[in-house]
């Protein structure tokens, strides 16, 4: 885990998206917290992150989604590292993907 992202104030913001039931809840709350190309951004690499676990090459996930290769190189990095988030989201959703 990144201890620099590990404080109170994220801890707090954690602790609200837990509480949330429905994707309605998540709507209304998002809708609150971040802008609307933030809420896009991060939908954007968490797609463009299952894609790169699905082998889809980097032409096709720009057409896909929008995403920049320099988005696309990020979330990639992300996906190598020791965190391995994205792997346990989807684990979670159901999604089974081959990080190799």
Known sequence: MNSKLKNEQTDFLFDA????????????????????????????????????????????????TGASTATISRVKRSLNEDTDGYMLAFANMGIEVDKK
């Open 17 to 64: 998206i837990l509480t949330l039931k429905t994707k309605e809840d998540c709507y209304r709350f998002f809708e609150d917290l971040c802008t609307q190309p933030e809420l896009n951004a991060m939908s954007q690499r968490i797609v463009v992150a299952k894609l790169l676990t699905e082998k889809t090459v980097y032409s096709e996930i720009v057409k896909q």
